[in-house]
């Protein structure tokens, strides 16, 4: 058997895998924006209706590509990031 040269099911589906994963790790603190690859903190607020945040509030979203990893979401939290926009392998 061969050496693995990576810890990925399927490249195609890594950022997929990536946002699922941080769902389940942190079901309290994140939340995904449906149809999208973006995870914002639990406290971002939606309730100036649908999809849309409250505008009365300050929000910081920081994205691009993910690289070896969606690594901007890791600095989603209280006085952080509100969210994060993961875009696929190596987009910048």
Not at 21 to 36: D, T
Not at 42 to 64: A, M
């Amino acid at each position: 058997m061969p050496k693995p040269k990576k810890f990925l099911n399927d490249p195609s589906s890594a950022v997929d895998e990536f946002v699922s994963g941080l769902l389940l790790q942190y079901p309290n603190h994140l939340r995904k924006l449906a149809g999208h690859n973006v995870v914002l903190h639990g406290s971002f607020d939606l309730s100036g209706g649908g999809e849309h945040p409250n505008l009365s509030k300050v929000s910081l979203l920081s994205g691009g590509g993910s690289g070896h990893e969606p690594a901007h979401a890791g600095y989603i939290g209280e006085n952080m990031l509100s969210g994060a926009i993961l875009g696929g392998i190596f987009v910048s």
